[in-house]
């Protein structure tokens, strides 16, 4: 199971022919993920790497079905290819592309939520529901398959935290980054509820960055609403106020947003915090074994048969589990 | 980005805001002229990117042309939080009956922008925003319908009971939230927006910040860019095209990725080091940027040792490797350097980076280790070839 994606996602590039459009259409395909169209205008009739491009989304929607939309225009273009996108009727829309105006997304996200549509980003690296579909830039071979949720505001340090849980042996359902832009589609809230009625996903870790109280309002969340445990990382710490961090959304504005404040918010609804990415699967591991020790507490009114069999099955599934991560780090180290 | 005070009320002019009238200065002389041909007491203000200029006496009244020029040989020149003052506004001085604020913000929890409207205006704005936020009223506009008259009426309303004021005052807020939009502003602010004894209301200071994601079309705005008022190096680093915040640290940092570049710092300090920037090369890896990134760094006399920390997913390993190994040749470094590359082609890279006989490490904790061991070599004097 994932969440947002899986493998009925049927996904349409849009500026397919662009730099980045053609290379990230290529490797997702490698991927797995069901990249039936593309789209630049004019160019109609022609291929990329064996995927058809047409003129506009509406032609593309009615030709394959698709029902996801990634984009990669530049920044101009971005916020008309996201209307383009709404207005064919894909009910997914991943939007890449960075320096988008906030102004122009302000009237974006109004207009997408009357449509009932889910956006993610701007200025985000997609997501991947592992062995199933990726949609946007994520490295595919970082990520295995495995029982964690991983939700990030960033891209390269979601790459570092994937990598430090997959080496440690703990794969993942979905990993998503929402975006680093000061107005995104979904936020962490949106997707811990995903993550939550995820049957697969049995802990989340939730990466967060200065700016905002988007962490706050989360952690207010996993408290009141949320079962599964959740670990977190708040880059940002040593940010000084007032200078955007590359990010238009990582600023500490009037002395709020820093990092001390999400910290302190997520340590208060239980939610521990790691000092370095490198410190989250350990972290992870600690809060699934307390998770299983409460539900064997919960469970243990349970005949003795019935126990036995239960705890042979998750026996099972836990080894099944481990070869699974262990052939999949295998794999992308005869890559490299 | 900011823009200067003299350069909002000209966006503000031009909308049709009432003003007082006044011009910009960069000489005693300059400040002389503008006075005499106000013929009347004037302001002397402090244009400088920073909050609090009145405080900090870089705002003066002066009754006379004789006056003016006494304030603003002292107010030019003048250190203001750390930035120098090289310009003035000499502004038309004007009775003040009642102050109020009025401003737009991005918001980013209703995802709207956000007109904030007080009675009790001025210098103390932030103290009422945080001990007495009652006195503050909000209202969050439909970024696609616009902002109605009757809003902006209902606003006016929370700052005067006189309608000739109320109206007078909507206009105001109705022509910002115009300027707002067409500037791609992130925040638009009048404080104080002020009345007269014969009851008009006036903007008599001016800001607004410019979402740097809008630049891209806004050609005039961002002509205004005040080059002068800026870090030298972090303007360097816009014209190469990298995310640059310079810090007080030993260690340089060079890092793709802004989460990742934030997360790096954060460890070099919680291993006991402090961080000298940040450093976001960005997305792609053009060696170019490496070489640029590199001389910005090894320009701060505080660096000690470098530290380069790439996870390679568009960003290829090697074509960072390469911009490394152009650095080293063209730069010849004098401090050491430690080198993380992984990822997308990291083998090819690591062979590139054996010509320069580069120290390298494997993961992220042990190259801010490395290069905070470094750094603290070179302090006792080893370091340094």
């Known amino acids: 199971m994932s969440i947002f994606i899986n493998k009925k996602t049927k996904v349409v590039v849009q500026g397919i022919t662009g730099r980045d459009g053609s290379f990230h259409a290529a490797q997702m395909k490698q991927y797995g993920t069901n990249v039936v169209a593309g789209v630049t205008p004019g160019k109609a009739g022609t291929t990329v790497d064996g995927i058809p491009v047409f003129d506009s989304v509406a032609d593309a929607v009615r030709a394959t079905k698709a029902n996801t939309s990634v984009i990669y225009v530049p920044p101009a273009f971005a916020v008309d290819a996201i209307f383009e996108a709404a207005d064919a009727g894909v009910s997914l829309i991943v939007c890449i592309t960075e320096g988008v105006p906030a102004n122009d997304m302000m009237k974006v996200y109004d207009y997408i939520k009357t449509k009932g549509i889910r956006m993610i980003g701007p200025n985000c690296p997609g997501l991947i529901s592992t062995g199933q579909s990726k949609v946007g830039i994520m490295p595919g071979n970082i990520c295995v398959k495995g029982p964690v949720g991983v939700v990030s505001r960033s891209g390269t340090l979601t790459y570092e935290a994937i990598w430090a849980l997959t080496c440690a042996g703990l794969g993942q359902t979905t990993c998503i980054g929402i975006g680093g832009d000061q107005i995104i589609g979904t936020n962490f809230i949106d997707t811990l509820r995903e993550f939550e009625a995820d049957s697969a996903t049995r802990a989340v870790v939730m990466i967060g960055e200065i700016g905002g109280c988007d962490e706050e309002e989360a952690a207010k969340f996993v408290k009141n609403h949320m079962t599964k445990p959740v670990v977190g990382f708040i880059a940002g710490r040593t940010a000084p106020p007032g200078k955007r961090m590359g990010h238009a959304g990582a600023i500490i504005s009037g002395g709020s947003g820093t990092a001390a404040e999400k910290v302190k918010a997520l340590e208060a609804a239980g939610i521990p915090v790691a000092a370095s990415p490198t410190e989250l699967p350990m972290l992870i591991k600690q809060k699934m074994s307390e998770a299983r020790k409460h539900q064997a507490g919960k469970t243990r009114k349970v005949t003795g048969a019935l126990k036995a069999k239960k705890s042979a099955k998750k026996a099972t599934a836990k080894a099944g589990l481990r070869r699974a991560a262990k052939k999949a780090i295998k794999k992308t180290a005869k890559k490299k | ?385």
């Open chain 2, 1 to 385: 980005m900011k823009i200067h005070e003299y350069q909002a009320r000209e966006l503000f002019a031009r909308a049709g805001m009432p003003v007082p009238r006044g011009n910009v200065a960069t000489t005693v002389a300059e400040a002389a002229a503008i006075a005499e041909s106000l013929a009347r007491p004037v302001m002397v203000k402090a244009q400088v990117h920073v909050g609090g200029r009145g405080k900090a006496g870089g705002v003066k009244y002066a009754e006379n042309v004789e006056a003016v020029r006494v304030w603003a040989q002292k107010i030019l020149g003048m250190d203001i939080k750390g930035l120098t003052v090289k310009k003035i506004l000499i502004s038309e001085a004007v009775d003040i009956v009642t102050e109020a604020y009025v401003g737009i913000i991005i918001d980013r929890v209703t995802k709207r922008p956000v007109i904030m409207v007080s009675a009790a205006g001025g210098i103390d704005i932030e103290e009422v925003a945080a001990k007495t936020p009652e006195k503050i009223f909000k209202l969050a506009v439909d970024p696609i319908l616009g902002l109605k008259g009757y809003q902006a009426r209902d606003l006016a309303s929370k700052l005067y009971k006189d309608i000739k004021l109320i109206r007078q005052a909507a206009d105001i807020i109705l022509k910002l939230y115009d300027v707002y939009w067409k500037a791609d502003a992130s925040l638009v602010e009048i404080n104080p927006l002020i009345t007269t004894p014969d009851g008009k209301v006036l903007a008599i200071d001016a800001k607004i910040n410019i979402d740097d994601n809008g630049l891209f079309r806004q050609k005039e705005i961002s002509a205004m860019r005040d080059i002068d008022s800026e870090n030298p190096a972090e303007v360097a680093a816009r014209e190469g095209d990298l995310s640059f915040v310079k810090l007080d640290g030993s260690i340089g940092c060079i890092v793709n990725g802004a989460g990742l570049a934030m997360a790096t710092m954060d460890l070099v300090k919680h291993y006991g080091g402090e961080p000298a920037n940040f450093l976001d090369i960005g997305g792609s890896s053009n060696p170019q940027k490496v070489l640029t990134a590199m001389r910005i760094i090894l320009s701060d006399p505080n660096v000690r040792s470098v530290l380069i920390n790439i996870f390679g997913g568009i960003t290829r390993c090697d074509d960072v490797a390469n911009g490394i190994v152009m650095a080293y040749g063209e730069l010849k470094p004098e401090i050491p350097i430690v080198v993380r590359l992984t990822g997308t082609n990291e083998s090819q890279a690591q062979k590139i980076l054996k010509e320069v006989n580069l120290k390298s490490a494997d993961t992220l904790d042990n190259v801010v280790k490395e290069a905070i061991r470094l750094a603290n070599q070179d302090e006792i004097g080893t370091g340094r070839i």
